[in-house]
DNA sequence: TCTGGGGTCCTAGGACCC
DNA sequence: TCTGGGGTCCTAGGACCC
């Protein structure tokens, strides 16, 4: 049996950990430059608030409810998810970490019979040792598992658990489904699906293999022998390094000055230099990508995008700056008032098993690059980001947050204070209550 | 005025090899 | 009149996930 824990309203139940005034109360988080709706409690779903609008849209009912907004803040969601995950691995060794809120759990070693009580365990004890609210789905199979997770947050919520064991309980919740709230099914095929009077996951698994197939692909089929009970897919144990990555964001305003988007794209192309070192990866391609705002039909608009190979494969932001800068001059013309851009880098190889060219005449260069970026990562982790960084960055390149929480769990000055007569190393301050 | 940022896998078609 | 059969690799696009 798989168990699926998935932590509620995960960024909103994390803002609330420290603000315990706030139980009962709407919450939003909000995405980068403080744009739209990704969060949501309970109170502000019920307000009817969805999930991806822009908050100036919905303004009036922010104001009217007394919504509590916040701005993203990724340092503590990722903290406190770590955290969710350790206490998770403590309970039940052998886990997948599948989002920034989810893990499959490996409940097959475990010595419970009653899994129901031991899923109620596990939701007790993460809410006593994080303060994070967890769901649980427990099944024979991952895909499964997610259909108890989400029968239990739409029609068990105050359980908290709910176990498919046999026919009649994978029944109840596969008649519970609905279509495109099934893991693997998205807006084009729920579109379809409907098309096809299949409305519930029970529906779907009546289907014949050979409809599935030719409609959903083999990666539909697998779905629905999932949920009909067969294991296609096991638990991930480790985490495999990826084979892309990009780092990309919208401007705050409107940017037209060259120099300006400059800065943001060797900031780009660093953080791409940051997270290849992280893995132990090297790159052969990046890809840069540079956009005016399509909301705003009136004005011109124009999407560059280039492709560029490196020579040889590499992680050294001297490189990845150079190269990006270089797409940048290629693609940039004057007259447009850009709104986004982006680098990917592909292509990735392990680091020690780059594959060299013949007379290699910078391998110097490369090696000198390889232990600079060293001692600049170790500086930043340790003075904090960005603080040696190459000069084309410019003064540091941010994005727009007004309403910011503080770092509580990972920057000393942001300790939630208690009593402010006593500072973090217990001293008394004098004059300051 | 204001509209996010990451990833994965599969498939079809084209270019190329013998 | 009649024109093979087997591969690989790469890319773009489309589906999905959080």
């Given at each position: 049996?798989?168990a ?99 893990a499959f ?17 596990i ?5 006593q ?28 919520k ?10 009649f309980t ?26 096809h ?20 692909k ?12 067969e ?13 892309g ?65 490196f020579?040889?494969?590499t ?8 190269m990006?800068?270089k ?5 940039f ?27 290699d ?12 970026f ?11 980001r ?6 084309t ?13 503080p ?20 001293k ?6």
């Amino acid at each position: 049996m798989y168990a699926l824990v998935d932590c509620n309203n995960f960024y909103a139940s994390c803002e609330r950990i420290f603000q315990p005034k706030l139980k009962k109360k709407p919450i939003v988080v909000l995405s980068n430059n403080d744009g739209c709706i990704i969060a949501r409690s309970d109170e502000a779903k019920a307000l009817n608030i969805p999930m991806g609008v822009p908050l100036y849209q919905i303004e009036s009912l922010i104001k009217q409810h007394d919504v509590k907004v916040f701005s993203s803040n990724y340092a503590l969601y990722g903290d406190l998810s770590n955290r969710v995950m350790q206490s998770l691995h403590a309970l039940v060794p052998q886990l997948e970490v599948y989002s920034i809120d989810e893990a499959f759990l490996d409940l097959r070693q475990m010595p419970y019979h009653d899994l129901y009580a031991f899923g109620q365990e596990i939701r007790q004890t993460i809410w006593q040792w994080t303060g994070i609210p967890v769901s649980l789905g427990i099944a024979p199979t991952k895909t499964l598992a997610k259909a108890a997770n989400r029968y239990v947050k739409a029609h068990a919520k105050e359980t908290g658990v709910f176990v498919i064991e046999d026919n009649f309980t994978a029944d109840i919740a596969l008649a519970a489904t609905p279509v495109e709230d099934i893991w693997g099914v998205g807006r084009r095929y729920g579109r379809f699906l409907a098309g096809h009077q299949i409305q519930t996951a029970f529906d779907l698994v009546q289907m014949p293999d050979s409809w599935i197939q030719k409609h959903l692909k083999i990666v539909g089929l697998r779905m629905v022998r999932e949920l009909r009970g067969e294991i296609c897919y096991g638990l991930e144990l480790e985490p495999h390094p990826k084979k892309g990555i990009c780092v990309s964001r919208s401007f705050s305003n409107t940017l037209t000055d060259l120099s300006l988007i400059e800065e943001a794209v060797a900031t780009f192309a660093a953080r791409c230099g940051e997270k290849l070192r992280k893995q132990k990866s090297c790159a052969n391609l990046l890809h840069l990508f540079l956009f005016t705002n399509p909301h705003r039909e009136n004005d011109p608009q124009y999407f560059g995008s280039k492709v560029l190979h490196f020579s040889a494969a590499t992680h050294s932001g001297f490189d990845l700056v150079t190269m990006a800068l270089k797409a940048l001059k290629l693609i940039f013309k004057e007259g447009y008032r850009y709104k986004k851009a982006g680098v990917m880098v592909s292509g990735l190889v392990p680091e020690n098993n780059t594959q060299t060219v013949l007379f290699d005449i910078n391998e110097p260069k490369r090696l000198k690059d390889h232990r600079v970026f060293q001692t600049v990562d170790a500086l930043n982790r340790k003075l904090g980001r960005d603080t040696i960084r190459i000069a084309t960055q410019g003064k540091g390149w941010t994005t727009h947050q007004t309403q910011r929480s503080p770092c509580y769990t990972t920057r000393w000055e942001d300790l939630l204070v208690i009593d402010e007569r006593i500072d973090f190393r217990g001293k008394h301050l004098r004059g300051l209550y």
